[in-house]
């Protein structure tokens, strides 16, 4: 059964670094977007940041900018998005999407009803930034 896998969430104190992993299960994610959304209580999912199948194109959600990275390592078959500087506002469940639909980062990571193009999602890891 094909799936996604995403992991690396916990308790961490504001400024601490976290970096989660979204690896599939059952299939190549080479020819896949990746974006990392997250979702707060109350709140709806929003994009954090997407990386293209390529690699070679990144959108960050201005919150995120210069303290959130991510990348993807194809030998590994992994997708990484390294936390760093971490605030209370970045808490919630984090989750992985794969999507094969020719969007772009932004497109996918801002556009609402580019959810509906996602064909895998991961089952979500909470971060907590807490002191």
């Known amino acids: 059964q094909r799936q996604l896998v995403d992991s690396g969430g916990g308790l961490v104190q504001p400024g601490g670094s976290l970096r989660l992993s979204c690896v599939p299960s059952?299939?190549?994610?080479?020819?896949?977007?990746i974006g990392w959304f997250r979702q707060a209580p109350g709140k709806e999912r929003e994009g954090v940041s997407c990386?293209?199948?390529?690699?070679?194109?990144?959108y960050f959600a201005d919150s995120v900018k210069g303290r959130f990275a991510i990348s993807r390592d194809d030998a590994k078959n992994t997708v990484y998005l390294q936390m760093n500087t971490l605030k209370s506002e970045d808490t919630g469940v984090y989750y992985c999407?794969?999507?094969?639909?020719?969007?772009?980062?932004?497109?996918?990571?801002?556009?609402?009803?580019?959810?509906?193009?996602?064909?895998?999602w991961g089952q979500g890891t909470q971060v907590t930034v807490s002191s």
């Open positions: 999407a794969a999507v094969l639909a020719p969007l772009t980062v932004q497109t996918l990571c801002t556009n609402p009803a580019a959810k509906r193009e996602v064909n895998y």
């Open positions: 059952g299939f190549s994610l080479d020819h896949y977007a």
């Open positions: 990386i293209s199948s390529s690699g070679s194109t990144t």
